[in-house]
């Protein structure tokens, strides 16, 4: 039976697999940082709640955490969890507003977005 994590683990000796880029460059296939970074934003949205934040905050132009919990019709932490994952990835801004966090969607982020998928 394995140790939990021995998965992960490389044996002495033995080398790692090259990363997933390096192993498709060898075969002529280039990954570039664009690549990297649509991957990233899509990734972000790869979830419909996700979306639908994304689209009502830019009909709203900007809403407050409380507001936005209303509208998720999930858990408070896990409208958090996915408000996270888009400010991680550029999607989203905040700032305060007296004791209230203020969201909306980072322009820049999606006119960069719009241009990656344009380049498909």
Do not use: F
Request: with cysteine; net charge positive.
């Amino acid at each position: 039976m394995q140790a939990r994590g021995s998965a992960l683990r490389t044996p002495i000796g033995e080398s790692r697999p090259a990363p997933r880029s390096s192993w498709l460059s060898a075969r002529g296939l280039a990954i570039t940082a664009a690549d990297e970074e649509l991957a990233g934003l899509t990734r972000a949205l790869g979830h419909p709640i996700r979306v639908a934040i994304v689209r009502y905050l830019l009909e709203q132009g900007e809403s407050v955490c409380s507001d936005l919990s209303e509208v998720v019709p999930l858990a408070h932490s896990t409208t958090m969890q996915h408000i996270k994952v888009l400010k991680e990835a550029g999607l989203l801004s905040a700032g305060r507003c007296g004791r209230n966090v203020l969201y909306c969607v980072n322009p820049e982020a999606l006119r960069q977005l719009r241009a990656l998928v344009g380049r498909l």
